[in-house]
């Protein structure tokens, strides 16, 4: 029955696509009704974690069974994927109710739903798997999910180049993965007791550990297996270096970027990370190379974000930078900090992006200096808006405070180093978040340049209609409150849970207000349409906005190397090998041909010849054959 | 003393390998179906002489068979030789070619 | 002994005009040449107490079929052959290749069984004078053999009137 958790959306897809493509609302409610259908199930699982009905048997089918090998599907259920799951589906489905009111004038309206329950299928088969082969499946069932959603819009050029860098880049990772999920594979020995070898996550965590604490595996193998499957989640999580395709995935309509990629696919990583911490922990230098990955990207991904001046890019790299800092809890050995991060960014970040999808259904632009003073028009998303922003920032008593207090005692006791980074990319966050809302929300029309909807020429922004700001108070709600749901709890946090003095309370708070408070004098006073930062900074400015030049490394790979090589590859084996070997098969033939063709001259004696000739030759062979069977 | 049979035979084989040299090397027709003759002379040699050695005369039978059919084989042979001399204007056999590739 | 000096002599000049009516470019020549290797194979036919065979060879061979060859060439053909080694050099060694070949195959296969078809040396003695005469041959050709007697009296019939037809000038 718990399968309909998975099947339930994805039946959604299928009715979708094929039946329903023409009824817009009807498509519309069974999406948003299979996902509740997957959300309810999910709660009745939640509660019997406390004791309140029963929770089922882990569910395990044998799927492919080759001699030697068995991959199986099935459903897991512990603390770690429940609460996903109710991520999952609960935001998903106030996401899909938003999406019913923002997609209203789009054409694709339908195609829109049947693609959004994929994934919401696709993703939670990745929280609900039960071992690597499954999970791989939904995970690159995912990518394609994304890569449809993304380029959506696929008549404009620039999202359909997104979705296919988005998904190119995603592979990369996930090349990466599988060959860790084979190597894996190979390391579960079976010599050890008498098991089978598996990829079952059960199954691998119980015997990975004893391998190498006895010898069978190394250490080596180990951190190989642990690096190649990190490398999906790079892929997946837009680290650096694979974050290029998250900035270009915003050409997707917003409640995408809401669902995707805030919310859930870019966590699928970070889950990953958490459902085989097991291996991790293992292997000290991988965690370190963890942890390095995770403080830069969050850096870096901050630094862009300062001069970013779309609104959905500056959320887009906000997600990057809370990403990072999620990987670094990984790194850090505090899992539970890292899964509860992930929930609580979850809320607040689907609650920005929604937010934004308001304002710009409202406002019809996404560049910030384009805008201003809106928190008159439109109260409710700005206010939804500003407990996000707190929320995000981790300022007292949000939710996000919580988690990210986690993360920074995490780092205070185990390294400087990371620590300073972390505050660092706190103070960061407070100021291009509080730039946005400045830009954005506040400011006095009037004074410096009008917002052109000022003049009267396009519709005034008015706020959203019901349908799309309900989800906003829901989510705005679950930002403030849950960090009082006591998640590292229920996340089974016994070890290693640093509670978090009053010095860093202290100390954080302050660089969050600080933050605030001097992207608000910045960007109050001028306005103007371009960044002051620019000319402040100079050069840095240039590289941080061409985004490190990253976008620009890649394509000189791609132009100059990859093509060039496949190109060579094309030539050499398929025009030398193959078409030489057919080639050389038919010109040999139709030499032959022609030299047989000698023969026929027409001459009837030397056909004759040619006649006695034969008969001699089976005369000989007669002969022969006589002699040897004498 | 008799002659030994093999002589006779070995006679023939050449005989027979001569009229196939004809055969090959003659560029006119007629002398074609002479070196056809020879082979069948040849033939009629061995079958003589086969009678001969066996003591009975089914061979010469078979021998004055065996020129009956030459007879007729050269009548009609020649019959074709005129009319491919009528539409070809030409015996000799090189000529022949309309079955070339 | 008398035999004897009449086969050397007579299968030379068989052999020898054979070669000859083979070679000889000029088509009359070698038409001559064949009529003394048919007379020469009668001498053979005659040593070896055919008789009968003997007679019909010189009057179907040398007589009808020879006569028909030399009228069939009058008519067409007196032209002088070209040799046939300049023709085609390589055609030619081959046709010798293939008919020295022949030979030796042909002698080949009479070594392996031909000993065993060859009855002793001393019975041919036996046949008496008459073994080969008209009256033996034809005894035999109507009783044993009658009915490809009367099949070949067909055969001739069907070659006369397929000459004819074909050698008309209008049907």
Redesign the interface.
């Known amino acids: 029955m718990y399968s309909l958790i998975i099947l339930s959306p994805f039946l959604a897809f299928a009715v979708i696509s094929l039946i329903t493509r023409r009824f817009r609302g009807l498509s519309a409610l069974i999406a948003i009704a299979s996902l509740l259908v997957s959300f309810a199930l999910i709660l009745k699982l939640f509660l019997a974690l406390f004791g309140i009905g029963a929770m089922p048997e882990a569910v395990s089918a044998s799927w492919l069974s080759l001699p030697g090998m068995n991959f199986e599907m099935g459903l897991l259920f512990d603390r770690l994927s429940i609460l996903m799951g109710l991520l999952v589906s609960g935001v998903g489905s106030l996401i899909f109710i938003f999406s019913a009111g923002y997609m209203e004038e789009d054409p694709g309206f339908s195609r829109f739903f049947a693609f959004l329950s994929l994934f919401a299928a696709a993703m939670l088969g990745i929280v609900f798997s039960t071992n690597f082969v499954q999970i791989f499946i939904f995970w690159e069932l995912v990518g394609l999910a994304s890569y449809l959603l993304i380029g959506f819009w696929f008549q404009k050029d620039s999202a359909a180049d997104a979705g296919k860098k988005a998904f190119m880049v995603n592979r990369v990772g996930d090349f990466g993965f599988i060959l860790g999920i084979i190597l894996i594979w190979f390391l579960s020995d079976p010599s050890a007791e008498g098991m089978k070898r598996t990829v079952d996550f059960a199954g691998l965590a119980a015997m990975i550990p004893g391998s190498l604490a006895n010898g069978m595996v190394s250490s080596v193998a180990v951190f190989t297996a642990g690096i190649l499957i990190f490398c999906g989640v790079i892929g997946k999580s837009a680290q650096f270096p694979l974050h290029v395709w998250l900035p270009d995935a915003m050409e997707g309509p917003t409640p995408v970027s809401a669902l995707i990629h805030a919310a859930t696919m870019v966590a699928a990583g970070v889950y990953l990370l958490a459902r085989v911490f097991f291996l991790f922990t293992l292997s000290a230098e991988l965690l370190q190379i963890i942890a390095i990955i995770g403080a830069i990207t969050a850096l870096m991904a901050a630094t862009m974000g300062v001069v970013e001046k779309d609104i959905k890019r500056v959320l887009a790299y906000s997600t990057m930078s809370q990403l990072g800092f999620m990987v670094l809890a990984m790194g850090l050995s505090d899992p539970v900090a890292g899964i509860y991060h992930l929930l609580t960014h979850g809320f607040f970040k689907a609650l920005l992006f929604l937010g934004a999808g308001c304002v710009i259904h409202a406002v019809h632009t996404q560049n910030l200096f384009d805008m201003g003073g809106l928190f008159k028009r439109m109260p409710v998303t700005s206010i939804a808006f500003f407990i996000g922003t707190f929320a995000l920032c981790g300022l007292f008593p949000t939710a996000g405070f919580f988690s990210k207090e986690e993360i920074l005692a995490a780092a205070m006791h185990k390294s400087p180093v990371f620590f300073g980074v972390a505050i660092f990319t706190v103070f960061l966050t407070s100021f291009y978040m509080g730039r946005l809302v400045t830009l954005a929300f506040l400011g006095h029309p009037g004074r410096g340049q009008t917002p052109f909807y000022e003049k009267g020429s396009d519709p005034f922004p008015d706020e959203a209609p019901f349908v799309m700001t309900f989800p906003l108070i829901i989510l705005s709600f679950l930002s403030v409150t849950a960090g009082y749901f006591g998640i590292p709890a229920l996340l089974g946090a016994e070890t290693e849970h640093h509670g978090s003095s009053m010095n860093l309370t202290l100390i954080s708070s302050a660089v969050v207000l600080a933050g605030l408070t001097v992207s608000f004098l910045v960007y109050r006073v001028k306005r103007q349409s371009e960044d002051p930062l620019a000319h402040t900074l100079g050069p840095l400015y240039t590289l941080i906005s061409r985004r490190y030049f990253m976008d620009d490394l890649y394509d000189f790979y791609v132009q100059k190397i990859q093509q060039p090589f496949a190109a060579l590859c094309n030539k050499g084996n398929d025009l030398f090998v193959i078409k030489g070997l057919s080639n050389l098969t038919g010109e040999g033939l139709y030499r032959l041909g022609s030299l047989t063709r000698k023969m026929f001259t027409g001459n009837v004696q030397t056909y004759s010849l040619i006649l006695v000739f034969q008969i001699l030759v089976v005369f000989v062979i007669a002969v022969v054959f006589m002699q040897l069977t004498k | ?11 023939a ?23 056809i ?2 082979m069948f ?1 040849a033939v ?2 061995i079958f ?8 009975n ?2 061979g ?2 078979a ?3 065996s ?10 042979g ?6 491919l ?1 009528r539409s070809r204007q030409t ?1 000799d ?2 000529e ?6 | 002994m008398l035999d004897q000096i009449a086969f050397y002599i007579f299968s030379g000049v068989l052999l020898l005009s054979a070669l000859l009516a083979v070679t000889l470019r000029h088509p009359v020549y070698s038409i001559l040449c064949f009529l003394a290797s048919m007379f020469s194979l009668a001498v053979l036919f005659f040593i070896q107490k055919a008789y009968f065979v003997a007679v019909i060879q010189i009057t179907v061979y040398a007589g009808a079929i020879l006569v028909l060859f030399l009228f069939v060439l009058m008519l067409i053909g007196y032209e002088k052959e070209q040799r046939a080694f300049w023709t085609n050099p390589v055609r030619f060694g081959f046709a010798v290749t293939l008919a020295a070949l022949s030979l030796i195959g042909l002698l080949w296969i009479y070594r392996t069984v031909g000993a065993t078809l060859v009855v002793a040396q001393g019975q041919a003695q036996d046949l008496p004078l008459q073994a080969g005469s008209i009256q033996s041959v034809g005894r035999l050709l109507f009783n044993q053999y009658l009915l490809p007697f009367e099949l070949l009296s067909l055969v001739l019939l069907v070659a006369i009137i397929g000459s004819v037809v074909l050698a008309k000038k209008e049907l």
């Open positions: 003393m008799m002659i030994p049979a093999s002589h006779y035979l070995i006679v084989f050449v005989l027979f390998s001569i009229g196939l040299l004809g055969v090959f090397t003659r560029r006119n027709t007629i002398l074609v179906l002479l070196s003759e020879l002379n009629n040699l003589v002489t086969f009678s001969r050695s066996w003591g005369l089914d010469q039978v021998a004055l068979f020129m009956a059919i030459a007879a007729a084989e050269v009548a009609v020649l019959a074709i030789a005129i009319l001399f015996i056999v090189a022949f070619n309309s079955l070339k590739d």
